[in-house]
């Protein structure tokens, strides 16, 4: 008797295809809130997805049934739930990251009087995994789960340099391409910084991505993990009393970054 073919009928690869493509953009509708951002309504997922408003609505009541997402009945608008947290956290846990970095980084913001700030690319942004301030109410545009520009910080530069050529390009491309101009105008910082993470390991940013925002950044390189950066950032850069000594902060930003490889190298081994 001759056996029935593994192969994926046409039918069955439509099907596929299908299937796949939906979960793509469930995903991006997902993907659409922002830090700050409590809820959207059914029109503004459709505007950021690129999706018909019948489709994302459909798409949308798939993700309140299993609890990706939340209804609000007296706003008429949608919110995150609790299996974007759980996700969140099984990412986190899994890479010890936040137990890890957090008192590293604690540290370095207490003795220098700084924000400290910890990050992972997506797409062309770097979210950041993990802020510590030198004090517990400081206001500051940074925190956990925000989302900063890759060419346009010291953050993401860190990150990019440590990258290969093809990232590289690949970022810098899209960047010109997806932003205009405005991305444009970030790549000759992202070139001298390059320089200087060659030269000293960090690069430093002053009111590039944020006016009177100055900022160091280095690369955490990881094995069998995507690699991470790590920043520190202030305000007043350019007031006489308040400088982000990079002569100083610098090295100390690096000794970190070092400390928190050793020690996510280390938890994972064991």
């Known amino acids: 008797m001759r056996k029935r073919s593994s192969a994926i009928l046409p039918s ?4 596929v295809a299908h299937e796949v493509d939906s979960l793509h953009r469930g995903l991006e509708l997902v993907r659409s809130f922002r830090p700050g951002e409590s809820s959207l309504n059914i029109a503004e997922l459709a505007l950021r997805t690129g999706l018909k408003r019948a489709t994302a609505q459909r798409l949308v ?30 990412f986190l846990s899994s890479a010890h990251i936040g137990h890890v970095a957090q008192p590293i980084m604690q540290a370095l913001a207490s003795e220098y009087q700084i924000s400290v700030a910890l990050g992972s690319r997506d797409r062309l942004s770097m979210i950041c995994l993990e802020v510590c301030h030198d004090h517990p109410k400081k206001d500051f545009p940074v925190s956990v789960g925000s989302s900063v520009p890759i060419t346009a910080t010291a953050l993401g530069r860190a990150w ?12 810098i491309q899209r960047t010109k391409t997806e932003e205009g101009e405005s991305g444009a105008r970030t790549i000759p910082g992202v070139y001298r910084a390059f320089q200087e993470m060659e030269e000293h390991g960090y690069c430093v940013s002053s009111g590039e ?12 390189t990881l094995q069998h993990q995507p690699s991470l950066a790590l920043s520190c950032e202030m305000a007043g850069f350019n007031t006489p009393k308040k400088t982000l000594r990079k002569e100083e902060i610098g090295p100390a930003l690096v000794e970190a970054a070092s400390r928190i490889k050793h020690a996510i190298a280390r938890q994972s081994a064991s």
């Open 160 to 171: 990019l340099w440590g990258e290969s050529g093809a990232v590289q390009g690949e970022i």
């Open 209 to 220: 991505w944020i006016q009177d925002i100055s900022a160091i950044g280095t690369v955490v």
């Open 12 to 15: 069955e690869r439509t099907q």
């Open 61 to 90: 009541d798939t993700l309140v049934t299993y609890d990706f997402l939340e209804y609000h009945a007296d706003t008429e608008r949608y919110g995150p739930a609790v299996a974007c947290l759980v996700l969140g956290h099984a």
